[in-house]
């Protein structure tokens, strides 16, 4: 694809953006949950279910927290940058209208996410009575894309955090599906999932476009450079140091004896992904770079080995 065959989706924004379509999501208060056990391993742990399981509740509406603010900052201080800048036409790269309207719409929908979310996270505080502890001030893509722009050359550092985003964005929308799909938790997390991923969908293929544009019309020797700075990033990205902090933090809140804390810390230790082609997330950012085409390229191939799957590139 080059720039001249961009086609905009104005008209389905229009159509299907949440912000223009969807109701205010409403927290119920019922038995079901407010965060997927799945997605907080430390209350599935073997000393927390068997010392702490009345602290359930408190821990998950603290990873519901977490996953809120995890999103307010992804959407705000990452995406919503990206995005802005190539819709006022500030970017390194340069994209016509129709790309930068299209920039524009994911704006508009990133801010209305975090607005969203912060709302949710409101909700829950005044029906539950509890507020949140601790919560992080950065995730790992703010540690990730500095430390991939920090190997790039000046002429290159605008096509790597396109890259970067892109690859967080399309992660995320396949992140956000499961959760959407999971039916043990309240109807309002599970509709405001599906409404985040209503608009993601269309995200993550407006920057996969971006990619792809850029990745065709780049010298060869930008590509090469590029594809070695790749496998930096993705191990950056897929760490848990932060998650683990969060968890330390929750277990010290914890109304439990010092060595049932102990415990819980030993066993929060242990629960991490290898960052190789098996970790969760990897398959997600596999398609990505199928998506992209950048996965047709010989050096993309040979910097994502250890990634991608045993057989090679299907």
């Known amino acids: 694809m080059n720039a001249d065959d961009y086609r905009s989706f104005a008209d389905d924004w229009e159509s299907r953006a949440t912000i223009r ?9 019922d038995e079901k949950l407010i965060y997927p056990l799945s997605r907080q391993p430390l209350v599935l742990s073997e000393t927390f279910t ?48 129709a790309c930068r309207y ?7 929908d990133e801010d209305y996410h975090a607005l969203v979310a912060m709302d949710f996270m409101q909700q829950t505080m005044a029906l539950t009575g509890i507020q ?18 920090a190997l790039a ?51 993550s293929g407006f920057w996969a476009r971006m990619v792809r544009i850029y990745w065709h019309a780049a010298p060869k020797e930008d590509r090469e450079i590029i594809a070695t700075i790749m496998p930096v990033f993705i191990a950056q990205y897929l760490t848990n140091d932060i998650q683990k902090s969060f968890d330390f933090v929750l277990i010290e809140h914890l109304d439990v004896a010092e060595p049932i804390r102990q415990a819980l810390r030993d066993e929060s230790q242990a629960m991490c992904f290898p960052i190789n082609r098996h970790h969760p997330l990897v398959g997600n950012i596999v398609r990505f770079f199928k998506t992209s085409s950048m996965l047709d390229f010989t050096c993309v191939q ?6 991608l799957p045993a057989g090679g590139v299907q």
């Not at 705000?76 to 340069?94: P, Q, Y």
């Not at 299209?102 to 508009?108: E, I, P």
């Not at 949140?132 to 722009?149: K, N, T, W």
């Not at 040979?302 to 990634?307: F, N, P, Q």
Request: proline share 5%.
């Open 50 to 97: 068997r010392h702490c399981p009345h602290l359930r509740d408190f821990a998950l509406i603290q990873s519901l927290y977490k996953f809120i603010n995890d999103v307010v900052i992804f959407e705000t201080e990452i995406v919503d940058r990206t995005a802005r800048s190539i819709a006022k036409d500030n970017f390194a790269i340069r994209f016509p209208f």
């Open 21 to 29: 379509t969807r109701p205010r999501r409403v927290v119920e208060n």
């Open 132 to 149: 949140p502890i601790q919560l992080p001030l950065e995730i790992e893509l703010s540690r990730a894309i500095p430390a991939a722009l």
């Open 302 to 307: 040979r910097a994502l080995a250890d990634y």
């Open 102 to 108: 299209d920039a524009m719409t994911v704006v508009v």
């Open 153 to 203: 050359p000046e002429h290159l550092r605008g096509a790597v955090e396109l890259i970067c985003v892109a690859i967080a964005e399309n992660t995320v929308t396949n992140d956000v599906a499961a959760f959407a799909r999971d039916d043990t938790v309240k109807q309002s997390i599970k509709g405001l999932m599906a409404d985040h991923l209503l608009d993601e969908g269309r995200h």
